[in-house]
């Protein structure tokens, strides 16, 4: 079955428009963790966030924000004000506490920012 | 700064060939990792590594193996390429986890292979 979902395959914006990407979990676990990695153009996925399943508190860093909510197995990522550099493919990944080494991701989101 | 660094970030090899894939971290981790990346798939895990001479099957081992002779080295070999194994392959590191605290990876620039 699969564990992380992001249903948005592609979405384009333009400049200072504010984009949330969704990223819905399935798991069993009642411990877990959530990831976000950014992959830019150049390839190499870049880490942004973790967060444990204990943690529901939104969390903001920047112009970027996450929203958990377990009540809807949901982890979205919304940045603010985007900039082009932002234009990128977007992962989400879960990690269950007892199986801490694998990594389920989804199939990614491509960002497009346009000036 | 974590680093992973990977052999190539391009190749391109023949059908029937072995192929090399090596990854290098300098931060000392205990796991290592080598993906796929194909369009629409996401990352998907070929096989792990969790301590030197250790290793384990991912979800798509068929065709490759991988070699950890050291702590900072991971190599990921195709045995014979076929033109089916043509894709992005991302290294990853990230320290020894530990039941309730899972540990994020850090990836390297990705090597894009081609078989012809």
């Known amino acids: 079955a699969q564990k992380v979902t992001q249903a948005q395959t592609e979405i384009s914006v333009v400049e200072k428009e504010d984009v949330t990407l969704d990223c819905v979990y399935e798991t069993r676990d009642t411990t877990y963790y959530l990831f976000w990695y950014k992959q830019p153009p150049s390839g190499e996925l870049v880490f942004l966030i973790r967060?444990?399943?204990?943690?529901?508190q939104n969390e903001i860093s920047g112009r970027y924000s996450w929203n958990f909510q377990k009540s809807t197995s949901s982890f979205n990522f919304t940045i603010t004000a985007s900039q082009v550099v932002d234009s990128a493919v977007y992962f989400c990944a879960l990690s269950e506490a007892y199986n801490f080494n694998k990594f389920y991701f989804g199939s990614g989101t491509k960002l497009n920012v346009k000036p | 700064d974590v680093k992973v660094t990977q052999s190539s970030r391009y190749l391109v090899k023949r059908t029937g060939e072995k192929v090399f894939l090596e990854c290098v971290q300098d931060?000392?981790?205990?796991?290592m990792f080598w993906y796929r990346q194909d369009p629409g798939l996401g990352l998907r895990l070929i096989y792990f590594?969790?301590?030197?001479?250790?290793?384990e099957k991912g979800d798509i081992p068929e065709g490759y193996s991988v070699s950890r002779e050291k702590k900072e080295r991971f190599s990921l070999i195709l045995e014979s390429a076929s033109t089916n194994q043509t894709s992005m392959y991302l290294c990853?590191?990230?320290?020894?986890?530990?039941?309730?605290?899972?540990?994020?990876?850090?990836f390297g620039p990705g090597t894009r292979l081609t078989v012809t």
């Open positions: 967060r444990n399943s204990f943690d529901e």
């Open positions: 590594s969790y301590d030197v001479k250790m290793k």
């Open positions: 990853a590191s990230s320290p020894a986890g530990t039941v309730g605290t899972n540990r994020e990876q850090y």
């Open positions: 931060m000392d981790h205990e796991n």
